[in-house]
């Protein structure tokens, strides 16, 4: 089975701090790596994606990295708010060819 | 805007029982999914369904079947509940092949 390693499995963040969560795959022909947010009770839901062809992608306080040649990706959340704190998966998978591969999730904690 | 509906949101069920869980979507989405999230385990894929009567498995379909009579629904079985099992059932679906996915609220269970 392939793998997505993602970490830490939680964190605690001061608010107005940035929060850095990371991930790594195996499988080097995986070009689509999504990130999804999930608040207790609910599904989980998109909140940024980026292709292979690129190393960044930015949306609002959200960012995603991808770095190609270490197969890791990474989200980064700038002025971290109390209503961020929910878990976070990463995804990777081939882009409208296949099933997503989901990390285990890092539970994200805001304190004002 | 569009909705998947998941039923029945909570499910408690005896050990060895056959048990369904339904999902509809109205996105006319073409790919459907069901995915088992396990505490501390991500989200593992059961089986997935491109297309209406379609169906391909998950790297988690061992004790599972699953049916798409028409597009807007998928259905899931667990074939032989184990006893202390505990979980959440995800259905989710998107336009192609791995590309966005919208994903419902989940079912969940417990077995006796």
């Known amino acids: 089975q392939q793998q997505v390693r993602q970490s830490p499995q939680s964190l605690t963040v001061w608010e107005g701090g940035t929060t850095v969560l990371t991930c790594s795959y195996e499988?080097?022909?995986?070009?689509?790596f999504p990130w999804y947010q999930q608040f207790p009770g609910e599904g989980p839901a998109l909140l940024i994606s980026?292709?292979?062809?690129?190393d960044k992608k930015e949306d609002g306080r959200f960012t995603t990295f991808f770095n190609k040649r270490e197969k890791k990706l990474s989200l980064h959340i700038i002025d971290s708010q109390p209503g961020d704190s929910a878990t976070y998966f990463c995804?990777?998978?081939?882009?409208?060819?296949?099933?997503?591969?989901f990390g285990q999730g890092t539970k994200l904690s805001i304190k004002p | 805007g569009g909705i998947i509906t998941q039923t029945p949101k909570f499910l408690i069920g005896q050990e060895g029982q056959k048990l369904t869980l339904k999902c509809q979507q109205n996105?006319?989405?073409?790919?459907m999914y069901w995915y088992r999230q396990d505490s501390g385990k991500g989200l593992r894929l059961i089986y997935y369904?491109?297309?209406?009567?379609?169906?391909q498995k998950g790297d988690l379909s061992e004790g599972y079947d699953a049916s798409r009579e028409k597009k807007s629904s998928f259905s899931l079985t667990v074939t032989s509940a184990q006893k202390n099992e505990m979980a959440v059932f995800l259905c989710?679906?998107?336009?192609?092949?791995?590309?966005?996915?919208?994903f419902g609220s989940g079912t969940r269970l417990l077995v006796i």
């Open positions: 989710a679906s998107s336009i192609g092949v791995n590309s966005d996915y919208t």
């Open positions: 499988d080097s022909t995986f070009n689509y």
């Open positions: 980026i292709l292979s062809v690129s």
């Open positions: 995804a990777a998978g081939n882009y409208n060819q296949g099933k997503l591969i």
């Open positions: 996105f006319n989405h073409d790919t």
């Open positions: 369904s491109i297309t209406e009567n379609d169906l």
